[in-house]
């Protein structure tokens, strides 16, 4: 259940462009009575009128959009308060970027010109094409190709073998401290090759 969420969640950023695009094409395909009517009011009506003729769009939006991102940091702090830490000596860790880059490129922007308001054999077919990716993504344990988790502030590791992956708030050059220094550090386990390692205190090392 969890990797479905984390796949969910690597989907955030188009979930925020099919809304935009519903809330673009009421902005700019609905005349108002008002000629001299503000971008501001113009932008509330576009959303109003989104919410009102495509109510279960809008929530389904909505929801994706929050809801998986907001029951995995659930997760994590359940399983933080249950103390479900083992401590493990700090290693060399690697860095993910041009993974991650290019799963938002490969995977998730083609999807963006979908069509949006019918169902055509077109977007079916991308329908299909994401059910596909999803169970490539939770087979494969492809969990750390996650961007929308480096945008709230998270980091994604792996190490010298690409073996495992960690998820953190500790910078790059904190874990580089770490290692140097010998220190142990709280991991605890989110799929079989997906980790978090939780916030380092240097003050009490």
């Known amino acids: 259940m969890i990797k479905i969420i984390l796949f969910l969640i690597s989907y955030i950023p188009l979930y925020i462009g099919l809304l935009l695009k519903n809330i673009a094409f009421y902005y700019y395909n609905f005349h108002y009575k008002k000629s001299n009517i503000s971008n501001v009011q113009r932008l509330i009506k576009a959303i109003n009128l989104f919410w009102h003729k495509d109510t279960a769009i809008f929530l389904i939006n909505i929801c994706l959009v929050f809801v998986p991102l907001l029951l995995f940091l659930l997760f994590l702090l359940l399983k933080s308060k249950q103390q479900r830490y083992s401590w493990e000596l700090a290693q060399n860790y690697k860095k993910t970027g041009d993974n991650i880059i290019n799963y938002l490129i490969t995977y998730v922007i083609p999807f963006f010109s979908m069509p949006i308001r019918s169902l055509s054999l077109y977007s079916w077919g991308n329908l299909i094409l994401i059910g596909v990716i999803m169970i ?4 494969l344990d492809m969990v750390y190709l996650n961007p929308p988790l480096i945008l709230i502030g998270f980091y994604i590791f ?3 073998d690409e ?15 770490a290692k140097k220094a010998n220190d142990y550090i709280r991991v605890m386990r989110i799929t079989s090759n997906f ?3 939780k916030k380092i205190d240097f003050g009490s090392a």
């Open 163 to 177: 073996e495992k992956y960690y998820l953190t708030r500790n910078t790059f050059s904190q874990l580089k401290v």
């Open 136 to 139: 490539l993504f939770v087979k």
């Open 158 to 160: 792996t190490d010298e």
């Open 195 to 197: 980790y978090y390692i």
